[in-house]
T-cell receptor, first 117, second 115 residues
Framework: GENVEQHPSTLSVQEGDSAVIKCTYSDSASNYFPWYKQELGKGPQLIIDIRSNVGEKKDQRIAVTLNKTAKHFSLHITETQPEDSAVYFCAASRDRAGGTSYGKLTFGQGTILTVHP | GAVVSQHPSWVICKSGTSVKIECRSLDFQATTMFWYRQFPKQSLMLMATSNEGSKATYEQGVEKDKFLINHASLTLSTLTVTSAHPEDSSFYIC???????????FGEGSWLTVV
């Protein structure tokens, strides 16, 4: 099955700096890679996602890059703000063509991001 | 984004009793929903895949007779923890797949405390 490794486990930055979180995956059939932000006591919130036919995607201060050959993808947050502090999870899954694995997300271990004012 | 609602947000129950948690997709139909369990400071662990109109598919190590899942309609899946024990205390989260792609949205989670 799929295995997703996420690094670092904790990340501390100053407000305004950039933050980068990296993930690697093992299943070359995975083709959907979402990133979730989870605040304390709440469910994960989808913040950005990328599919394997795209190398990079950006949404305001958040961007995700994907290297299919190396099987790794990264989350980039620019101009960080204190409200960006949360746990971030990467995940990987296959689409319907992947058969029974459709929609089954395999999560990374999570990164605790702390943005200091 | 799409909205997935869970109810209750938190529940306390006595050992030996059963408790039901509901997961609803509010503005879209979800043929597939997923139930996760999360321990403090850990990642999400998939418990089962819930398919509308059919039996749930459980992950290895998850007791299907203890964690009953029913997906009665395209907008509702329920998780019933039967004969709850303190070790079942956890944060339970559902998610739903949107459309024909595999974009997954999560509910707000339900805290279960068994005393």
């Amino acid at each position: 099955g799929e295995n997703v490794e996420q690094h670092p486990s904790t990340l501390s930055v100053q407000e305004g700096d950039s933050a980068v979180i990296k993930c690697t995956y093992s299943d070359s059939a995975s083709n959907y890679f979402p990133w979730y932000k989870q605040e304390l006591g709440k469910g994960p919130q989808l913040i950005i996602d990328i599919r394997s036919n795209v190398g990079e995607k950006k949404d305001q201060r958040i961007a995700v890059t994907l290297n299919k050959t190396a099987k790794h993808f990264s989350l980039h947050i620019t101009e960080t703000q204190p409200e960006d502090s949360a746990v971030y999870f990467c995940a990987a899954s296959r689409d319907r063509a992947g058969g029974t694995s459709y929609g089954k997300l395999t999560f990374g271990q999570g990164t605790i991001l702390t943005v200091h004012p | 984004g799409a909205v997935v609602s869970q109810h209750p947000s938190w529940v306390i129950c006595k050992s030996g009793t059963s408790v039901k948690i509901e997961c609803r997709s509010l503005d879209f139909q979800a043929t597939t929903m997923f139930w996760y369990r999360q321990f403090p400071k850990q990642s999400l662990m998939l418990m089962a895949t819930s398919n509308e109109g059919s039996k749930a598919t459980y992950e290895q190590g998850v007791e299907k007779d203890k964690f009953l899942i029913n997906h009665a309609s395209l907008t509702l899946s329920t998780l019933t923890v039967t004969s709850a024990h303190p070790e079942d205390s956890s944060f339970y989260i559902c998610s739903a797949a949107l459309g024909t792609g595999n974009t997954i949205y999560f509910g707000e989670g339900s805290w279960l405390t068994v005393v």
